[in-house]
C-alpha cells in the first residue's frame, strides 16, 4: 500500500524510522520504509545502518552525490508500492495518527501535502534566522496553503501516487540544493496536477546555523539562475525571478546590484543577529540573484 521513501544526507534517521514504524503498524496496513544517504560519509550512519534489523525497512548509501531530486528519483524506483508519502529526514510527525491520517485520504486523492511546523521555543541566537524564516514562511495553515496549492507545498511531506512522480519525476540535473521542489511542483501545476493540504504537519527538526542557512540561501540562488535560464524550465513560478523580471524591464538591474554590494554586509549583520529581519532577508535575496544574473 504505502512506500515511505527518506532521501538522507548527514542526519541520523533512525528515531524517525522508529516512529514511522509504529505508526505503520497500528495502521495494520502494508508498507515499506526505504531511506537513502546521498554520499555524505557521516558517522551518522552508524546508526543508520540499524534500520536494516527493522522488518519491511532499509537503509542505502549512494556511492556518489545525485542531489536530493535525483536521491528521491532513486528511491522511487526502489520502491514496490503505489503510493509514496516523501519525507524530509529532520522531521517528526507531530502526532502519533500522522500515518492513519494520510491513510484516511488515499481513496480521494493523488497529491496531498501535510504541512510543517516549527517549535515554538526560541532557539539560540545562532539558529534564529532558520527558525524566524521557518516560523513566518513555512509553517502555514491549511486554508492559506490551499489559496495558491502548488506552490505553497513542500516536498518534505508529501503523499503522491507513484505513477504521478514516475511520469513527472525530479529534475535529475539539478545537482545543488535548493529549489528543486519549485521545478517538480511547477511541472505538476502545467499538468494539471492539483496539489491538496490537510492539517497533518511534521517538525522540522534540525536548525542550521544563521551563517550556514545564508551560505545555503546563496546556493539556492545560483541555482534558481540555472533553472530560470535553462530551457528545460518553462514556467517558474518564483517570486525573486518576477522580481528581476520587474526591475529589468524598469532598467534597475545594475543599480539594484550595486546598492546590493554596498549594503551586503550591514544586511549581513542584521541577519545574524538575534533580530533578523525578514525584508532585509528577501532584499539580500533580490539583491544577490540581480548580481548573479548580471554576470
Not at 86 to 103: E, G, S, V
Not at 122 to 132: A, G, M
Not at 153 to 179: C, D, H, M, R, V
Amino acid at each position: 500500500m504505502l512506500s515511505i521513501l527518506i532521501p538522507t544526507y548527514n542526519y541520523n534517521v533512525y528515531p524517525l524510522v522508529l516512529e514511522l514504524h509504529k505508526q505503520c503498524l497500528d495502521c495494520g496496513i502494508e508498507f515499506e520504509i526505504l531511506c537513502q544517504d546521498d554520499a555524505s560519509n557521516s558517522n551518522w550512519n552508524i546508526d543508520n545502518q540499524k534500520i536494516e534489523f527493522i522488518n519491511d525497512c532499509s537503509f542505502f548509501i549512494n556511492n556518489s552525490n545525485l542531489g536530493r531530486g535525483e536521491n528521491i528519483n532513486s528511491l522511487v524506483k526502489k520502491s514496490k508500492f503505489d503510493w509514496l508519502l516523501i519525507m524530509d529526514c529532520d522531521t517528526f510527525p507531530t502526532q502519533n495518527n500522522f500515518i492513519q491520517k494520510y491513510c484516511a485520504v488515499i481513496p480521494n486523492t493523488s497529491v496531498v501535502f501535510g504541512g510543517i511546523q516549527y517549535v515554538n521555543e526560541k532557539p539560540s541566537k545562532e539558529e534564529l534566522l532558520r527558525w524566524v524564516y521557518g516560523k513566518k514562511r513555512e509553517s502555514l495553515s491549511v486554508e492559506f496553503r490551499n489559496k495558491n496549492s502548488n506552490f505553497r507545498a513542500l516536498t518534505s511531506n508529501l503523499l503522491i501516487k507513484k505513477e504521478i512522480i514516475e511520469q513527472n519525476p525530479f529534475e535529475a540535473t539539478i545537482t545543488k540544493y535548493g529549489y528543486e521542489d519549485l521545478c517538480f511542483l511547477s511541472e505538476l501545476e502545467t499538468k494539471n496536477i492539483k496539489i491538496s493540504h490537510i492539517d497533518n504537519p511534521t517538525f522540522h527538526l534540525n536548525l542550521e546555523t544563521s551563517i550556514l542557512f545564508l551560505e545555503k540561501t546563496r546556493t539556492a540562488i545560483e541555482n534558481l539562475v540555472y533553472i530560470v535560464n535553462s530551457d528545460k524550465f518553462s514556467t517558474i513560478d518564483s517570486k525573486i525571478n518576477s522580481a528581476y523580471i520587474i526591475l529589468k524591464k524598469l532598467k534597475l538591474v545594475t543599480i539594484t546590484t550595486f546598492i546590493f554590494k554596498k549594503t551586503e554586509s550591514k544586511i549581513i549583520v542584521n541577519l545574524l543577529s538575534k533580530n533578523p529581519s525578514l525584508f532585509l532577508f528577501d532584499l539580500y535575496k533580490l539583491g544577490y540573484y540581480c548580481s548573479m544574473q548580471s554576470k
